[in-house]
């Protein structure tokens, strides 16, 4: 059987309950997190259904993919405070743009030219994201931005930079 048959006969014991009536998220919260099957957001924050928006992508880059969807989050559906949360032993820090290009052309026949968002210094990549949006005029809030580093072994998240200054 596929995974994804798999899965599909999982959804069908899931019962969304009051989150279902709610289109705003009862936390106004919007996470930016990677991709990797490692990371279960709504347990590791305890995130209930309806809470917060979650935004993935490789790496849980501040991508302009990621802040156009962060920018709809804030401006149509109300939420207040963006948690960026990258992790240790990602792949985009483990490997650099050249050599996932040459894989998937490798893989695919096929050139790719797209940067991936692959990072030397783990911190500065969670800074430069949380810097990035503090800084975008197409979001509304920019005063609760906040930046982490999700330690896998240690299962620990911890704080990168200051939290800005609680104006506003
Ligand atoms: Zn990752």
């Not at 069908?12 to 279960?40: P, S, Y």
């Given at each position: 059987m596929d995974s994804i048959d798999q899965v599909l006969m999982n959804s069908r014991l899931h019962f969304l309950g009051m989150a279902a009536r709610a289109r705003e998220t009862a936390m106004k919260l919007a996470?930016?997190?990677?991709?990797?099957?490692?990371?279960?957001?709504?347990?590791?924050?305890?995130?209930?259904?309806?809470?917060?928006?979650?935004?993935?992508?490789?790496?849980?880059?501040?991508?302009?993919?990621?802040?156009?969807?962060?920018?709809?989050?804030?401006?149509v559906l109300g939420t207040r405070e963006v948690m960026v949360i990258h992790h240790t032993d990602c792949a985009l820090g483990r490997l650099t743009q050249s050599e996932i290009a040459d894989r998937i052309r490798a893989a695919t026949g096929h050139d790719f030219t797209d940067a991936v968002g692959c990072f030397g210094d783990p911190i500065q990549a969670i800074v430069d994201d949380v810097e990035r949006l503090r800084g975008h005029s197409n979001l509304v809030f920019h005063d609760k931005i906040r930046g982490f580093m999700y330690d896998l072994l240690a299962n620990s998240v911890t704080e990168v930079g200051s939290s800005p200054a609680s104006s506003g």
């Amino acid at each position: 059987m596929d995974s994804i048959d798999q899965v599909l006969m999982n959804s069908r014991l899931h019962f969304l309950g009051m989150a279902a009536r709610a289109r705003e998220t009862a936390m106004k919260l919007a996470v930016l997190t990677c991709m990797d099957a490692r990371i279960d957001v709504s347990r590791l924050l305890g995130l209930q259904p309806g809470d917060a928006h979650v935004i993935r992508n490789a790496g849980g880059r501040a991508t302009d993919d990621a802040i156009r969807s962060i920018a709809l989050s804030q401006a149509v559906l109300g939420t207040r405070e963006v948690m960026v949360i990258h992790h240790t032993d990602c792949a985009l820090g483990r490997l650099t743009q050249s050599e996932i290009a040459d894989r998937i052309r490798a893989a695919t026949g096929h050139d790719f030219t797209d940067a991936v968002g692959c990072f030397g210094d783990p911190i500065q990549a969670i800074v430069d994201d949380v810097e990035r949006l503090r800084g975008h005029s197409n979001l509304v809030f920019h005063d609760k931005i906040r930046g982490f580093m999700y330690d896998l072994l240690a299962n620990s998240v911890t704080e990168v930079g200051s939290s800005p200054a609680s104006s506003g």
